[in-house]
């Protein structure tokens, strides 16, 4: 008989000869073997079939609770504590508020009732292909590790505890998972495992890794399928590698301390929640990888969050689209190669990112696109970065503001494309123009279109210019041949009407020059001092020329008020465009 033997109470009456090899372990700190071999795969220790194993494997929970508490028993536990292998526990195992110097191990069991750790202080809690009700361990201090694998368990409770080590729940099906306001100094593994998982608030150590998981919200419930609202983790956070969400993954305020990975992750929706992942207010001190296989039902939320690195959405798939307002990327936005450009909407509102990789084809469609307030300091030179592509890429833009065309048309001029720049500058304009109401305006609209490009092309008045000077000398020269252009001169004036001669000292008449005088009124040659349509309605033309009647006195002189003016007209809009008046910008 060991010494546990030797002190267990009378009322616990006849062990079992589990029991009994339990106690006989515990006390040297070896594996108790209640099973005929402690084979994990025999079919003889599987724990879903222990509702047909003898009473010899069974033992009490209350004698493991006895163990753990009684001052006198747990002395006479070894350092290497319990550990029991293919036993079903019958009743609660009550450790509430009791402190546990030693290890818990048990694989291949069977609980009937619950586990109470609830403010209970243990070493390593290890369960192992073992089938539970739940554990609770509400504020429960672990000086080890949890390892839990291969398991099923209706409810895995442990809010408020504070683990040491590692929180390993791997591979295993359970109802819930809760984790709320839990502090885990080293990492949380939840690979490969099944159910629903809540950690608001909880605190981890190095990262938290879902690699494989199925997380699943209560069914005929919008409630999410991975609750970590508010989360702390020092290190990364893997949704990856087929990892799967029915329902709601919530990471609002998260706090991450290098990346969230989520390449190769899906995500999809139920009860018509439109979410499918949710990562809003927080911040990513690494990189969000929502790539290569990403795939969500619903759209992604990241408002006004932080990510110290690149964004990359590269060969992904975004149900109803990405909603980033208001959050800053330190690195890229990579928007390359998405798998469903003719349905995403992509959000961009008041966000900042320090350079923008994107191609053409996963462009959002018409309307599905919102840019107002987006800034980006550089295209990527794997994008397309020339204006008329750029312009067709604001062309699907939902609402019209003039911002997305102010930043690019500033990034293109930091990169030296000064022409592109313009070109698109002057087409913000020509939209603005297009929406503005009111005739006066429309007209206005028009003529600085028309006459300097709105500003952005003022060398279009230096041909309004020319073309003047070219009808007027068309004009002027026809005068001349009709004999109603005539020096300014009186004496010169009598010679040329007498006989279409001008004295040797007169300055002969220029057609060309004439008109360019008109018509620029910052140059002067003096053929406008000393020639001038017939001042005298009824003069006489030259005798032998006939007076053509399209060029009548009248018309010269109009036509010469008019180049005046419209000359003076151009060459100051021609000047407000180059100083910028004109422009909106």
């Known amino acids: 008989m060991s010494d546990l033997e030797s002190v267990v109470p009378k009322h ?88 546990i110097e030693f290890p818990l191990a048990f694989a291949c069991c069977q609980f009937c009732d619950e586990i109470n750790l609830q403010s209970a202080r243990t070493r390593t809690l290890s369960f192992t292909q073992t089938h ?6 509400d504020g429960a201090v672990i000086g080890g590790a949890v390892f839990i694998r291969d398991s099923y368990a209706g409810l895995l409770q442990f809010p408020g505890v504070r683990i040491e080590g590692q929180f ?47 997380f699943s919200g209560v069914p005929g419930s919008s409630d999410p399928a991975l609750d970590a609202g508010g989360i702390s983790v020092e290190g990364s956070v893997f949704l ?18 290098f990346n969230l990975d989520c390449v190769g992750g899906r995500f999809d929706t139920v009860q018509g929640n439109r979410t499918a992942l949710n990562f809003d207010s927080s911040v990513v001190r690494g990189t969000a990888f929502l790539s290569d296989g990403f795939q969500a039902e619903g759209e992604v939320r990241l408002t006004s969050s932080q990510i110290e690195g690149d964004l990359s959405c590269a060969k992904a798939k975004f149900g109803s689209g990405l909603i980033a307002e208001r959050s800053i990327v330190k690195g890229t936005l990579f928007w390359r190669e998405i798998q469903n450009p003719e349905t995403v909407s992509l959000n961009l509102l008041n966000t900042s990112v320090d350079s923008l990789s994107d191609d053409k084809e996963s462009w959002p469609c018409n309307g ?29 833009l939902k609402l019209f503001t ?41 007209l206005w609209s028009l003529i600085l279109k028309s006459v300097v490009g709105y500003g952005y092309y003022p060398g279009l008045s230096l041909l309004w210019l020319a073309g003047l000077a070219l009808l007027g000398f068309a004009l002027f ?12 001169d009186k004496d010169a004036y009598v010679s040329f009407r007498n006989d279409h001669r001008l004295p040797d000292y007169y300055e002969r008449f220029h057609a060309l020059v004439y008109s360019a005088e008109n018509s620029f009124p910052l140059v002067k040659f003096g053929q406008v001092d000393r020639w001038q349509p017939e001042p005298s309605s009824d003069g006489p033309a030259h005798q032998g020329v006939s007076r053509l009647e ?36």
């Open 477 to 488: 020269w026809g005068g001349y041949c009709a004999g109603i252009m005539v020096p300014t």
């Open 550 to 585: 399209f060029f009548t006195v009248w018309l010269l002189r109009a036509f010469r008020w008019g180049q005046i003016l419209l000359g003076w007209f151009f060459t100051t809009m021609g000047i407000a465009g180059v100083t910028g008046i004109v422009r909106r910008d």
């Open 132 to 137: 539970m009700q739940s554990i609770l361990a």
């Open 368 to 396: 599905n696109l919102q840019l107002h307030g987006f800034v980006y300091s550089v295209i990527s030179a794997f994008s397309q970065r020339d204006a008329n592509s750029r312009l067709v890429w604001l062309s699907r």
């Open 240 to 257: 990856r590698a087929g990892f799967r969400a029915e329902g709601l993954v919530l990471l609002h305020g998260a706090q991450i301390g």
């Open 12 to 99: 616990f009456g006849n062990l079992t000869a589990a029991e009994i090899k339990l106690l006989r372990n515990a006390g040297v700190g070896e594996l108790a073997v209640c099973g005929p071999n402690d084979n994990l795969n025999a079919s003889i220790n599987d724990p879903t079939t222990a509702q047909n194993w003898g009473t010899d494997r069974s033992i009490r929970g209350e004698l493991i609770g006895w163990l753990c508490a009684n001052r006198m028993a747990k002395d006479l536990v070894d350092p290497g504590g319990i550990q029991v292998f293919g036993a079903r526990i019958i009743g609660v195992v009550k450790l509430l508020s009791v402190t």
């Open 402 to 442: 003039p911002q997305p065309y102010r930043q690019l048309a500033s990034v293109l001029k930091d990169e030296g494309d000064d022409v592109g720049a313009r070109q698109v500058l002057y087409k913000l304009a020509d939209i603005r123009a297009q929406k503005s109401t009111g005739r006066g305006a429309k």
């Open 168 to 214: 390993g729940c791997t591979d295993n099906t359970f109802d819930t998972l809760i984790l709320d306001g839990g502090v885990v100094s080293v990492g949380v593994l939840l690979r490969g495992s099944k159910g629903r998982v809540k950690m608001t608030r909880a605190r981890i150590g190095t990262d938290l890794d879902c690699q494989g998981a199925l």
